[in-house]
């Protein structure tokens, strides 16, 4: 197996190399690894110029370096696995709510795919993807363009290999999530051509598999799917699957892509309104933030692994049944990109916990506003954020054309981690 990613002492001294580095070459490659996609950027950042085709901005927002909770990801707060607890409200887990059981749901499908991709790759290639199953390599990803990533780049792979590439997206994910995660990876592209910066990380061939552990129909592993704007954790055990943490964001959301008009994040932003819309005024209050909406509210991205994050907003017990379908349905939007058989499974999960489900708002609430909404429970997290523009359009208030996106298994259960160590306990 391949050991663990080489870290040093000097993280974020090297960031802030990696950033200067890539001021210097310029693009909008430059900006998005500065800010993490996020409203923070540095001074210099603010001062930079793209000058590309497309209405790329003079500058980007002003602030701290990048980091926070919806930026660079990996640096100077990331988690090892032997230290991860996972989203809680207060540091403390939640027992007792994941269990090691039979779905009826097969992943034959999957762990023949991913066996296929596996050797399809060369001696060398497959080396540089394969890590433990505990590796600290599940946690180390990033929505930014320019972060080193490990693995196999699917623009580095020959066609036949890129195709079992998507084979095993392709019965891993909902036909909708697959097609999403491409739209993703296209309006990159897009990004890159508009630019006329970052040729190396704004494509759509700067995507990387790796994998932990061996893929079997008993024995635990899973694989990670991951570049700009795209992060896929997928953990497998027997019969189970968890496809957490899962970021899908893009800027823009929309754009003509060699032909082909692309919209992203349209679900995510209509479900999000009709659930808001279908409570009473009194409910509403206590839903909607006396916050405005910032550049960038996100909370659980890249890094933030171990999050502390209270209930906010209104809990869905007392709601009528319209209002609890509607609730639902927005999460299905989330757990639908992962395949049919095994979103059904979370979705029962999250059913159980509806009572106990909080629907949080920033922002105003028209069809064109930019807003963040969360959905909180103890076993699932979702965030919506239209942020501040960094590479596409101009100034700094939020926009839809820059959306990020996650959803979370709290108290333990990102990455399967909570159902190794019962695997472990249990059958070793």
Known sequence: MHG??????????????FMNKALLAGGVAALATMTGCSSSSSDAAASASYGGPGGMPSGGPSGGPGGGAGGMGPGASEVKYA???????DGKV????YSIHATDVSTDKVVKAAQAFLDGLTAAERKASVFEVDDDEWLA?????????EGARMGDLTEKQRNLGYALLGVALSAEGLTQTRNIMKLNAFLGDSSGGGKETLTEGAY???????????????????????????????DQVVMTPTFMGSEPTSATYNGEKITLFKKETTAGL???????SAQQRKVVSSESKAGDNFKAGAGQD???????????????????????????????????????????????????????WIGETEDSSAFYYRVHSPVVLIEYDAQSPIAYGTGRTPTQQHIHTIIRTPNGGDYGVDLLKLHLENDH
């Open 274 to 280: 009709t659930v808001l819309r279908s409570l009473t």
């Open 83 to 89: 230290d991860f607890v996972g989203v809680t409200t």
């Open 141 to 149: 990803w990033s929505n930014v363009d320019g972060y080193q990533r």
């Open 94 to 97: 939640v027992d007792d709510l």
């Open 208 to 238: 990387f598999f790796t994998f932990m552990g061996t893929p079997s129909t008993t024995e635990p592993w899973g694989f990670q799917y991951e570049g700009h704007h795209v992060a896929i954790n997928y953990f497998v055990l027997g």
């Open 4 to 17: 663990h990613r080489p870290r040093t002492p000097e993280t974020e001294h090297s960031r802030r190399w």
């Open 306 to 360: 171990n999050a502390q994050l209270a209930y906010q907003g209104l809990a869905a017990k007392g709601w009528t049944d319209a209002q609890r379908n509607s609730l639902l349905d927005l999460v299905r939007v989330y757990v639908g990109t992962m395949d049919d058989g095994h979103a059904e499974v979370k979705m029962t999960e999250v059913e159980e916990h509806l009572d106990d489900t909080y629907f949080y």
